[in-house]
C-alpha cells in the first residue's frame, strides 16, 4: 500500500514517522519547503518525497492532507484528476461539517475521504516538532459520511492503531463539531481572553501561581490555524462560549447579591462534575 | 522565640513542619481536632500543642494564623486580652482589604498584625497535605499597612525565608486585591462556569485533550474556603470578570462578523504577551 502524506509539520511528519516505525515501507511525503523534503529523506521518515504532488499522485493508494482547513477542498479540486481510481483520502483537521460541505462538492467519484482528527497537537511547528512516538495513547475522531466505504474507514482506523492511537471514536461531524468547540475551542477563547486583559501587565507574575500558568498556556496560539478552526466552526463555538456566560453570569450575580448559598451551590457542582470526570 | 501556629492543615502544618525543619524549636500548634495535634506531636512538627489556644497564647511571641478569612477577625476579638505584650500576629489569607479593616476595628495597641499570603495552595486537607518542602521556591506578598512595626514586618519575612520561599514583595493590600481578582479568582471562576455548563455530559471526555483537564483542574474547588475569599473580594473580583468579558466580547464580534483579520490581530496580541511572560 502506497500512503502519501501532504505537509511534513508536526503532524504530518509525526504521521510519516509512525507509519514507518509500525513498519509501512512505502510512505511517500510531498511538502512546500525542500529542507523540509530533505530532513525527512535523511532520517527514514519517507521513502521517497518531493515538492510536486503530481509525481506522486497517481501512485497512492492512501493519500493524508495534514494541511489547513482552507486547504482541504482546493486541494481536492485541484488534484482529482491525477488520483488512482479508489484513492482513500483523509484529513487531520479539528473542524469537520464546513470542511466536509465543501469537498463534498468536488470529490471525484472514483475517491472516498474519510474525515478524522487526531487528537494530539503539537506546540512545535515544522518537521523538528515530527516524532513516531506523538500518537502512542492518543484518542482519535472518525466523522463517517454516508458515501464512505466501511472497508475505507477501516483502512484508515488499522493506520491509526498502528500509530498507537487508543482510542477510536466515530462520531457525526456535527457532534464532533459542536462537542470540539466546547472541550477546545472555548478553552482556547477564554484563555486568549484572560491574556488580552487590560489587566495583564509586567506586574502579573509577581502575583501568579500555577493556574494562571496553565490556564494561559493555550493563549500563545498558532493564530493562522485557529482562526480557521474557529470561523470553520463559528455557530458551534459561539453557541458553546453563550452557554459557558450563562454559568459565568451565575457566578457574577451570585457575587452582586453577595450570595454565598449560591456560590457554594456552584462550587459544588463544579467539585462533583470535575470529580466524575477525572 | 516561640511561634504559635493557629489550624494545623495543609498550609498551617507545612508551616511548623517547616519551621521546625529550619531550626525554630519552639513551635506551638493549635487545632480543634485532637487527632490532628496528636500526629504533628508524633511526628515532631511541633514543640507542645493542643485544642485549647489560652494554654499557649501569653507566652507566644508570634501567632500564625492558618485560618479561614471569616475567622480572623472574631479570633483576635476574642482573645485579645491574652496577648502578650508586643505579640506578632499574620495570617495566610489570599484577601486581604477587607480582613485588614475587619481585624483593625479590633486589634489590641500591644499586638501588631502583619497581613500576609504565601502563595501555595494545597489540592490536600488536613494535616496530611503538611509538607515541610511546601514553600520552597514559592512566592509570597506581604501587605504592610501604617501601624506595622518595620522591626515586625521583618520578623515574618526572615521566617518566610527560613521556610524557603524565594520572593518575598511587599504591595498594597488593595493592589494585592485587584491582582489575585485576575490571576486567581478569575481563573477559578472560568473554570467553575467551564465545568458548570450544560454541555458537560459523560461524553466529554471522549473529546477532551490536555487543555480541558488542565483548564478544569481548579474547579475541584473547596467551596467553603473560596465562597469566602470571593465574596470578601467581590468588588474587585466582578471588575476582574468585566474586563475579561470585554475581551471574550470581541473574540464572539470578530466570530459573528466572519472577521478573520480582528481574530488573528487578538491571537497575535495573546501570543506576544502569553511569550513575554513565559
Same mark, same amino acid.
Given at each position: 500500500m502506497n500512503i502519501g502524506i501532504i505537509g511534513l509539520g508536526a503532524i504530518g511528519g509525526s504521521f510519516a514517522a509512525g507509519l514507518r516505525t509500525a513498519g509501512y515501507d512505502d510512505v511517500y511525503g510531498i511538502d512546500i519547503d525542500e529542507e523540509t523534503i530533505?530532513?525527512?529523506l535523511e532520517s527514514g521518515m519517507?521513502?521517497?518525497?518531493?515538492?510536486?504532488?503530481k509525481d506522486f499522485l497517481p501512485e497512492l493508494d @492512501? $493519500?493524508?492532507l495534514s494541511l489547513y482547513p482552507s486547504q482541504i477542498a482546493p486541494f481536492v479540486e485541484q488534484y482529482a484528476p491525477f488520483f488512482k481510481q479508489g484513492l482513500v483520502l483523509t484529513d487531520v483537521t479539528g473542524v469537520k461539517t464546513t470542511i466536509i460541505e465543501q469537498v463534498?462538492? @468536488? $470529490?471525484?467519484?472514483?475517491?472516498?475521504?474519510?474525515f478524522a482528527h487526531p487528537m494530539r497537537g503539537s506546540e512545535k511547528k515544522g518537521i523538528s516538532g515530527a516524532d513516531h512516538t506523538r500518537f502512542l495513547n492518543a484518542n482519535a475522531l472518525i466523522?463517517?459520511?454516508d458515501s464512505n466505504l466501511e472497508e475505507n474507514i477501516?483502512?484508515?482506523?488499522?493506520?491509526?492503531?498502528a500509530l498507537g492511537f487508543t482510542t477510536l471514536t466515530r462520531v457525526s461531524p456535527e457532534q464532533h463539531d459542536e462537542q470540539i468547540a466546547y472541550v477546545s475551542q472555548l478553552m482556547h477563547a477564554l484563555s486568549v481572553a484572560v491574556v488580552n486583559s487590560i489587566q495583564a501587565s509586567d506586574e502579573t507574575l509577581t502575583f501568579a501561581g500555577n493556574s494562571f500558568q496553565e490556564l494561559t498556556r493555550i493563549a500563545d496560539i498558532n493564530g493562522e490555524l485557529w482562526s480557521e478552526l474557529f470561523l470553520n466552526n463559528r455557530t458551534a463555538l459561539l453557541d458553546s462560549?453563550?452557554?459557558?456566560e450563562v454559568e459565568l453570569n451565575a457566578l457574577k450575580q451570585s457575587l452582586i447579591e453577595n450570595?454565598?448559598?449560591?456560590l457554594k451551590q456552584l462550587f459544588k457542582q463544579a467539585t462533583t462534575q470535575r470529580r466524575h470526570w477525572y
Amino acid at each position: 500500500m502506497n500512503i502519501g502524506i501532504i505537509g511534513l509539520g508536526a503532524i504530518g511528519g509525526s504521521f510519516a514517522a509512525g507509519l514507518r516505525t509500525a513498519g509501512y515501507d512505502d510512505v511517500y511525503g510531498i511538502d512546500i519547503d525542500e529542507e523540509t523534503i530533505r530532513i525527512a529523506l535523511e532520517s527514514g521518515m519517507i521513502k521517497q518525497g518531493g515538492t510536486n504532488i503530481k509525481d506522486f499522485l497517481p501512485e497512492l493508494d @492512501v $493519500l493524508i492532507l495534514s494541511l489547513y482547513p482552507s486547504q482541504i477542498a482546493p486541494f481536492v479540486e485541484q488534484y482529482a484528476p491525477f488520483f488512482k481510481q479508489g484513492l482513500v483520502l483523509t484529513d487531520v483537521t479539528g473542524v469537520k461539517t464546513t470542511i466536509i460541505e465543501q469537498v463534498r462538492a @468536488v $470529490l471525484p467519484p472514483k475517491a472516498d475521504f474519510i474525515f478524522a482528527h487526531p487528537m494530539r497537537g503539537s506546540e512545535k511547528k515544522g518537521i523538528s516538532g515530527a516524532d513516531h512516538t506523538r500518537f502512542l495513547n492518543a484518542n482519535a475522531l472518525i466523522t463517517p459520511i454516508d458515501s464512505n466505504l466501511e472497508e475505507n474507514i477501516q483502512t484508515i482506523e488499522k493506520l491509526y492503531k498502528a500509530l498507537g492511537f487508543t482510542t477510536l471514536t466515530r462520531v457525526s461531524p456535527e457532534q464532533h463539531d459542536e462537542q470540539i468547540a466546547y472541550v477546545s475551542q472555548l478553552m482556547h477563547a477564554l484563555s486568549v481572553a484572560v491574556v488580552n486583559s487590560i489587566q495583564a501587565s509586567d506586574e502579573t507574575l509577581t502575583f501568579a501561581g500555577n493556574s494562571f500558568q496553565e490556564l494561559t498556556r493555550i493563549a500563545d496560539i498558532n493564530g493562522e490555524l485557529w482562526s480557521e478552526l474557529f470561523l470553520n466552526n463559528r455557530t458551534a463555538l459561539l453557541d458553546s462560549i453563550e452557554q459557558f456566560e450563562v454559568e459565568l453570569n451565575a457566578l457574577k450575580q451570585s457575587l452582586i447579591e453577595n450570595d454565598e448559598h449560591t456560590l457554594k451551590q456552584l462550587f459544588k457542582q463544579a467539585t462533583t462534575q470535575r470529580r466524575h470526570w477525572y
